[in-house]
């Protein structure tokens, strides 16, 4: 799409007027006119503040969005997926998991980055990896090749113990390192890992986390 297309195709999704968007950016009427025309496309300054007021990256609203990987996680990010600073604008290193108010979310990498930032993050990912592929010996777990942050109220199942209490073992306003898994024998049942600086959890579940059993939850 071009330029004129998106912020059209913005302006309309956010239910403003030409009138409303200009105010919002400090520019006449007109020049939304003509930027939705195609005659010309917003300076710097205004392609900045436009970027912050639909949330989406500088590189979308001229129509070249960047193929973005978090340095933290290593995941794939959309603009809806992308950090933030404290001001609003985008930190396009992070994913919103990872960052967000212009800090780190995650204790454990904040302790990793203190001792050597991404490499020493990228350390301990390759290290839990290890520790799935190696320890556990789940039947049916295929290898564990990457991790990805995942947010704890996204991830944090609840389980029915054998005498029929329900428990969930995770922290929802937590981040963890996890991945879902296809089981190596097929069916409608996936694995899904998890772990942090303390434990090792897997566990299945049917589509949309229905139906959850905890296989392991070990201590590291």
């Known amino acids: 799409m071009e ?41 710097t300054e205004t392609l900045k503040l436009l970027s912050k007021l639909f949330d989406v990256t500088i590189n979308t609203l001229l129509g070249s969005p960047l193929d973005l990987v978090c340095e933290c996680c290593g995941m794939s990010m959309k603009d809806t997926d992308i950090g933030h600073e404290k001001d609003g604008t985008f930190n396009e290193k992070y994913c919103k998991w990872c960052y967000a108010e212009g800090d780190f979310t995650m204790d454990f990498w904040k302790q990793y980055g203190e001792l050597g930032g991404k490499e020493k993050f990228e350390e301990f990912k390759a290290q839990l990896i290890h520790e799935f592929n190696t320890l556990l010996h789940i039947e049916g777990l295929p290898m564990v090749e990457s991790l990805n942050v995942l947010s704890g109220d996204y991830i944090n199942l609840e389980y029915t113990l054998p005498n029929g209490q329900k428990v969930k073992f995770l922290d929802d306003n937590a981040s963890y390192l996890g991945s879902q898994l296809e089981c190596e024998f097929g069916g409608d049942r996936c694995f899904g890992i998890a772990a942090n600086m303390d434990f090792l959890l897997v566990c299945t579940y049917e589509e949309n986390g229905e139906n959850p059993e905890l296989v392991v939850y070990k201590k590291r």
């Open 3 to 43: 330029t004129k297309d998106i912020i059209l195709e913005l302006r309309t999704k956010h239910n403003l007027s030409q009138d409303e968007l200009a105010e919002k950016v400090f520019v006449t009427r007109q020049a939304v006119s003509r930027w939705e025309n195609g005659e010309t496309i917003p300076n």
